[in-house]
């Protein structure tokens, strides 16, 4: 079956503008989580969201960041007011949110998002 | 605050030589252990996971877990050129949330 999508592949911004970037997790996978990757580093966890239960936004940096999940499948990742700091890639991962920990905790990664703020 | 640490490399092996990654980590109630491939470029893929101490086998790729020690690590036997990526080590609570904390990341050379 299909993996995770994400969208669009790169995006090169101005900075103070705003950008959303969009994930499609595999489907019937009900939590979707959202990191960043700064180049030469690790993941910095940003958000999850687990079926209908309120999200996990303690990661996200500030204030400009949000998402949402609509119809429980589809995410939207926002930043208002861009600064050069948010350059990173962007990934997206989804997992089965079964009853079992390895279900919830086997994520799978879509190709990421490549953001650039000029 | 919940740490993973890894040494990043990068790591330097002969082609057909085993290749060892370590990962430490701070949290003692981790239950779950995963550990990723990452192309330059390219997002992670799930190569490994481990959850009880001890060793697990798949292939050419060992998982060691030693929960008293909090350490995990992971086994490349005749490490190939094709192996040559970052590995992340993850690490998952185990409480009612599939929420991972990543380490940096080790980056592994396989020289031909």
């Known amino acids: 079956g299909a993996g995770v999508s994400q969208s669009p592949s790169n995006k090169v911004t101005e900075k103070g503008k705003d950008v959303e970037l969009r994930c499609d997790p595999i489907?019937?996978?009900?939590?979707l989580y959202w990191y960043r990757q700064s180049l030469g580093q690790g993941l910095e966890f940003l958000i999850y969201?687990?079926?209908?239960?309120?999200?996990?936004k303690s990661g996200l940096p500030s204030d400009r960041f949000s998402a949402e999940r609509t119809g429980g499948s589809v995410s939207t990742l926002t930043i208002q007011r861009t600064q050069q700091e948010d350059s990173a890639v962007y990934l997206c991962?989804?997992?089965?949110?079964?009853?079992?920990?390895?279900?919830?905790?086997?994520?799978?990664f879509g190709p990421g998002t490549r953001l650039l703020v000029l | 605050q919940k740490e993973v640490e890894q040494n990043s490399g990068p790591l330097s092996v002969p082609e057909g030589a085993i290749a060892s990654l370590n990962c430490t980590y701070s949290?003692?109630?981790?239950?779950?252990f995963f550990w990723y491939r990452q192309y330059s470029g390219k997002s992670p893929e799930l190569i490994m996971s481990?959850?009880?101490?001890g060793d697990k086998e798949d292939g050419r790729f060992t998982a060691q877990l030693n929960k008293a020690s909090q350490y995990v690590s992971l086994l490349i036997r005749d490490s190939q050129p094709s192996d040559s990526a970052t590995y992340l080590c993850?690490?998952?609570?185990?409480?009612?949330?599939?929420?991972?904390?990543f380490g940096q990341g080790t980056t592994l050379q396989v020289k031909p």
């Open positions: 991962a989804s997992s089965l949110d079964g009853v079992g920990r390895v279900l919830k905790e086997t994520q799978y």
């Open positions: 489907s019937g996978h009900t939590a």
């Open positions: 969201f687990q079926g209908n239960s309120a999200p996990d």
């Open positions: 949290d003692r109630g981790s239950q779950s």
């Open positions: 481990i959850y009880s101490n």
């Open positions: 993850a690490v998952g609570h185990g409480s009612n949330t599939g929420k991972l904390i």
